[in-house]
């Protein structure tokens, strides 16, 4: 059934974005794409620019102007577009704050110019800092991030807030967990393909492997977003969005080495207790506020790692067109 809501996802050619693009259209949304294809990639959304089931405008976030032209007659705005390169952001500091805060801002502000009521935001349980196994919850605190990709999403969360008690604006912000699977271009089950791939007999690991973390499989977090935006109505809604469990970097490489067949593989930890800096090497998400309004994922945290270590392998297989073994 159509769905009269004109929704603009900046950020739609990327890995979340092109697979929440699929699912509006699929739910009838008129739906425009704003990316600068600098991470997204247009054949992640080709098809429905090329059956006409979306529009597609080749843009960056920090061009206010082109923003403000843009947004203009869309009844709401899914912002996902964002420096999804943690590594990048440490190395060049204000990558981040343009990217992340700024770009955001610019969002805001054009959504201000054209009377657009709604946003949704894709934040990150980096915000919450290094909190250790405890299960954080929506309301955990003090918020206090350890990554520059964190302080920019927990600044992102401040602005919307402020816009919305300014100029009534519709918040709705999801704190995800690692989210993984189709279309993803970078992250640790791809690190442990390619290096298994050039190397079947031994794998690096980043730190001692106990890192462990929540995993949600990119389609139920599609559908958490939508879930949470259709049912949800506050004027600030913000959720955890993510899954039950979490799983240790070691338990992702077995998985990895189970997909691929390979056996007796030795695993090379480069040792401490986090990957890299601003690594945090434990989290554990509380998400009964998503229970609570009517929505679980359908995968726990080892099945949706399974699911896009399925999906990779077969990515990379054919891209290096090397055999399973």
Not at 70 to 79: E, L, Q, R, Y
Not at 83 to 89: R, V
Not at 131 to 151: F, H, K
Request: glycine residues 10%; charged residues 20%.
């Amino acid at each position: 059934m159509a769905n009269s809501k004109r929704v603009f996802v900046t950020g739609g050619a990327g890995f979340i974005g092109s697979n929440l693009v699929g699912e509006l259209i699929s739910r009838g949304y008129e739906t425009t794409v704003y990316d600068n294809l600098s991470v997204g990639k247009l054949e992640f959304i080709n098809d429905f620019v090329n059956n006409g089931k979306c529009r597609f405008i080749k843009a960056d976030v920090l061009n206010l102007a082109m923003l403000i032209e843009s947004i203009k007659g869309h009844d709401a705005v899914f912002h996902l577009a964002a420096n999804s390169d943690i590594a990048k952001g440490e190395k060049i500091t204000d990558t981040d704050l343009k990217e992340g805060t700024v770009a955001t801002y610019n969002v805001l502000e054009a959504m201000r110019q054209n009377g657009v009521e709604d946003i949704v935001f894709s934040s990150s349980g980096a915000i919450y800092g290094d909190a250790g196994t405890i299960s954080t919850d929506e309301n955990y605190g003090p918020l206090l991030p350890i990554s520059l990709y964190g302080a920019s999403k927990l600044a992102s969360e401040g602005l919307m807030t402020a816009f919305s008690h300014n100029y009534g604006i519709n918040v709705w912000m999801f704190r995800f967990a690692n989210v993984v699977g189709d279309n993803s271009t970078h992250g640790v089950v791809h690190d442990f393909v390619d290096r298994l791939i050039a190397d079947p007999g031994t794998l690096k690991i980043l730190g001692d492997g106990r890192q462990t973390k929540p995993y949600i499989y990119v389609k139920d977090c599609v559908s958490g977003i939508l879930f949470g935006y259709e049912k949800s109505h506050e004027r600030v809604n913000f959720f955890n969005l993510g899954t039950s469990g979490a799983t240790s970097v070691t338990r992702i490489a077995d998985i990895v080495v189970e997909e691929m067949g390979l056996s007796n593989v030795k695993y090379n930890y480069t040792g401490g207790d986090r990957g890299w800096k601003s690594d945090i090497p434990q989290v554990r998400f509380n998400i009964s506020k998503m229970s609570r309004l009517g929505w679980s994922a359908a995968r726990n945290s080892d099945e949706s790692v399974r699911t896009a270590a399925k999906i990779i392998i077969q990515q990379r297989i054919r891209r290096h067109d090397a055999p399973m073994r």
